[in-house]
């Protein structure tokens, strides 16, 4: 065999979306300060060093960029297109995350991010390198997530309404859903469970009652195979 040398770096990037009842979905970017792209907008993220683990890398880049710490990412994709990065071959290992944004409103740029802010999803600026391909892909990925398997109860009150989980529903797939339909499958599941407490109502509605997510019954769930689907 013929001996070679490769001459590639490892990055990774983080896609970290936003939601408030208020706003909507919106994504966590950074401007860069530095060439390529110097000025433009971008997913947070920056390369691997060589003694850490992908997500310790991801964190590490969040908290310097940005200024914020997640509990949970997921892994999302490999983008390692030849050219993706004008610099050199850099493959890079993309997450996600989902978070209260409202939790993260003190951001604080660092390294090579000029500024950090948060961009509804509805009106976000072109992004530097192939970005705005792994935000597709990660909304594409959570739109089909929660197709089949309930999520984001961590960014709900830990009593709410009926109505906010359909909200943060419609945000997410960003189109209306058959509100009867979806109701009868969530209560179904016995997810949520129902508390003495009611909702001040708007205007002259009635009381809405008030859940609470059961986050054991949703791990058994999880465990025997959940089938939910809207």
């Known amino acids: 065999m013929s001996s070679f040398e490769q001459h590639m770096k490892v990055a990774v990037d983080a896609v970290v979306f936003g939601y408030s009842k208020q706003e909507g979905v919106s994504v966590l970017l950074i401007q860069r300060k ?13 390369f691997v060093l060589e003694h850490e683990s992908l997500e310790e890398a991801v964190r590490r880049e969040l908290q310097e960029e940005t200024g914020i710490s997640v509990n949970y990412l997921e892994q999302l994709y490999t983008f390692g297109k030849p050219g993706r990065d004008p610099r050199q071959r850099i493959i890079s290992i993309a997450y996600f995350a989902l978070v209260k944004s409202a939790q993260f409103q003190q ?33 594409e990925r959570v739109q089909a997530k929660i197709r089949y398997q309930p999520i984001g109860f961590e960014l709900l009150d830990k009593v709410f309404p009926f109505a906010d989980f359909e909200h943060l529903y419609t945000s997410l797939l960003g189109r209306d859903i058959d509100r009867r ?26 009381p809405s009652k008030m859940y609470r997510f059961n986050e054991q019954r949703y791990q058994q769930l999880e465990k025997e195979g959940m089938h939910f689907e809207i």
């Open 107 to 139: 951001l604080k740029a660092s390294t090579d991010a000029e500024h950090a802010q948060w961009f509804s999803i509805k009106e976000l600026p072109d992004l530097a390198f192939d970005h705005q391909d792994i935000l597709k892909m990660a909304v």
């Open 181 to 206: 339909n979806f109701s009868r499958k969530v209560l179904a599941l016995g997810i949520l469970d129902e508390t003495k407490e009611f909702a001040k109502p708007e205007g002259k509605g009635r």
């Open 34 to 46: 530095y060439p390529p792209f110097q000025n433009s907008w971008a997913i947070p993220g920056g």
